[in-house]
């Protein structure tokens, strides 16, 4: 009877020790940045950044950046040399980056206590198909609005799109902040 008893008791404990343990959850979400350009600015263009948020099973309401997963641009202008290298041409620059970039955590401030439900994450990426960089953090504030926000800079220094637009570039660095980072519903 005792047994009986302690096994009845054993083997749950023991199926339950021998199940794997769960895995987070993972979003979709994005960032839209405007990307004007510089001379005149009549211009917009759109670079779009897409990231994977991933929660712990112990948290479940607490999804932080992991990855970003595709860079895509729409219509960004670019000033380029022409052919004979005479002149100025404009692109309006339109392609998609498939990507595989992990966010690092950025550090506390120096003397600075750690804030509850506050975090900040960060990445810099060189461009390998051209001469740029991207440079990205996702933060979420603790004060006003608790919403999840974005601020980085875009610079192309040397993009060869054909033989009338070489050496195409942003001219300058394109920043944005304060963007809002938006959930991309599951299809």
């Known amino acids: 009877m005792r047994s009986r008893l302690l096994i009845g008791l054993v083997v749950p404990l023991v199926l339950a020790l021998a199940a794997p343990a769960a895995e987070g959850a993972t979003q979709h979400r994005q960032v839209r ?10 211009t917009v263009g759109t670079l779009t950044l897409d ?12 999804f932080t950046p992991r990855q970003l997963t595709r860079i895509d641009f729409a219509q960004v202008p670019l000033s380029c040399m022409n052919a ?7 692109l309006l620059f ?24 506050r975090f900040a994450f960060r990445l810099a990426y060189d461009f390998q198909a051209f001469a740029g960089t991207l440079t990205v953090t996702i933060d979420k504030p603790n004060h006003g609005p608790r919403r999840l926000r974005s601020q980085g800079s875009l610079r192309i220094v040397d993009l ?9 570039a942003t001219n300058g660095l394109k920043q944005w902040g304060g963007l809002p980072v938006t959930l991309i519903p599951p299809t």
């Open 33 to 42: 940045a405007p990307i004007p350009d510089t001379m005149p600015p009549t």
């Open 51 to 62: 990231f994977t948020f991933k929660n712990r099973s112990s948290d479940k309401r607490k």
């Open 84 to 90: 004979a290298g005479t002149g100025f041409t404009q």
């Open 94 to 117: 339109t392609g998609t980056l498939q990507t595989a970039i992990k966010l690092t955590k950025a550090p506390q401030p120096a003397g600075k206590k750690p804030k509850p439900n």
């Open 160 to 168: 060869d799109a054909d033989p009338d637009h070489r050496n195409c």
